[in-house]
């Protein structure tokens, strides 16, 4: 492949990549404090940000803080001491913050498990069985409750089960197919990837395997609440009135009343589906629950809900690149989103996933393959390649084998696209592959 002969245009690392959540008693010596739970005018440091220079910089935050968090690419010490982080209990509420540090550098760890399966032809044969599994039973459930017909999940819940025993082996190529957004199928295929990527991360934060299932199910009926709203109000495509949007915020309501009478429906499912909006802040809805008050399934699904619908073109905004949607949920932890949760959601999806889109230092659009532990900046990706139809499957490259002579510089990563940019179509590439 000829190598571009242009300087690269590296995208910026997200200020995410390099921070993290800690207790103050794991501070050391050279680390850079970049935030606190205290405001920085109670304190004895001039300005906000402090490097932590001697044993007494580091006494005073434990003495007056439950959490810091330490920027380790402004920081002279650039890891931070190991420690297993604490489990996230799926019926409890969330009670303790997620030190994901340790569980980043252990390859081994379920939270890096994205680093470690490929998209292959079986993989992608089996991810898409259980796919379509679940996009006939999330198509039934619309119909039948726009029909005002009898709920009935069991189905639905087989789909999940059966997709949660392949959900380690297909991984890769399952977070592939939630890339696949179309416009005229959103509400199904929102279900179907806040339910793939909820099972993902729980299976990640080492849920048992009927927890991991729960959080699928939870997933998948998260809003089923909207077919229950007023269509005219769900696809408005300018911004809604106060009135309009207390009438929309009725969807977990709506949706918790549908699922609290069947008793296939574990209450775990049904509390997240209520809950799937609250926030720690205590600004969510239906409840205005605060952080301690919801249980960790509704704070895990909340995240991945968000990631999809960032991510997703709607009626009334435009889908968000993966790094854009990390960014917000980043952004907004602790106020809209439990910060334990979206910690762990991004270590887990990582700087790029399989079925991104990326456009190359030499101007091609590929798609990402495998992303790989200690290689994050150099993934494998598929060169797309355009024709009359659309785009076609090109050469796989190992950006991390590639390497550079005195009149060239190696093929890279330039920037990361929204799914369905430049009218790449996921699903017909996903099915040349088999």
Not at 25 to 48: K, N, T
Not at 219 to 236: A, Q, S
Not at 285 to 307: R, T
Not at 365 to 387: F, T, W
Request: aromatic share 6%.
């Amino acid at each position: 492949m000829k190598m571009p002969s242009r300087p690269i245009t590296q995208d910026v690392e997200p200020l995410w990549e390099h921070q993290a959540k800690i207790h103050p008693a794991e501070l050391m010596i050279g680390h850079f404090v970049a935030r606190m739970d205290c405001d920085w005018s109670e304190s004895p440091f001039l300005m906000q940000g402090v490097m932590i220079e001697s044993p007494d910089n580091k006494a005073w935050f434990e003495h007056h803080c439950a959490w810091v968090v330490a920027d380790l690419k402004r920081s002279l010490r650039k890891t931070l001491a190991p420690r297993r982080p604490p489990s996230i209990s799926p019926g409890k509420p969330l009670t303790a913050s997620l030190n994901v540090s340790a569980a980043a550098s252990n390859a081994k760890h379920p939270i890096n498990r994205l680093r470690h399966t490929r998209v292959t032809q079986p993989a992608m044969k089996a991810a898409l069985r259980g796919y379509v599994g679940l996009d006939q039973q999330a198509r039934r459930l619309i119909h039948t409750i726009t029909r005002g017909g009898p709920l009935d999940v069991t189905a639905a819940k087989s789909a999940v089960t059966a997709l949660a025993t392949t959900l380690d082996n297909n991984l890769s190529a399952l977070v592939w197919l939630t890339r696949i957004k179309q416009q005229d199928n959103y509400t199904a295929q929102h279900c179907i990837n806040v339910a793939i990527l909820a099972m993902g991360l729980a299976r990640a934060l080492e849920w048992e395997d009927k927890d991991v299932e729960h959080a699928g199910l939870a997933g998948l009926l998260h809003d089923l609440g909207k077919m229950r709203v007023d269509n005219d109000i769900l696809n408005k495509p300018g911004r809604l009135t106060p009135e309009e949007f207390d009438h929309l915020k009725r969807h977990s309501q709506l949706g918790y009343d549908l699922l609290k009478t069947d008793k296939d429906v574990p209450t775990d499912v049904a509390a997240a589906v209520l809950d799937h909006h609250e926030r720690p802040d205590g600004r969510g809805y239906p409840n205005g629950k605060k952080a301690g008050e919801y249980g960790a399934m509704a704070a895990l699904v909340a995240v991945v809900d968000a990631y999809d619908a960032i991510t997703s073109h709607r009626i009334y905004d435009a889908a968000r690149s993966h790094h854009e949607a990390l960014s917000i949920l980043w952004q907004q932890r602790e106020t809209q989103f439990e910060g334990t949760v979206v910690e762990a959601f991004i270590q887990f999806m990582g700087w790029v996933t399989p079925g991104t889109l990326v456009r190359m230092t030499d101007d091609t659009i590929a798609v990402v393959l495998q992303a790989r532990m200690g290689q994050r900046l150099l993934p494998v990706v598929q060169i797309l390649i355009a024709n009359d139809a659309g785009y076609q499957l090109g050469p796989r490259v190992d950006l991390a084998k590639l390497t550079a002579d005195e009149n060239t510089v190696p093929l890279r990563i330039s920037k990361v696209l929204p799914d369905g940019a430049e009218g790449v179509d996921l699903q017909s590439l996903s099915l040349s592959m088999l």
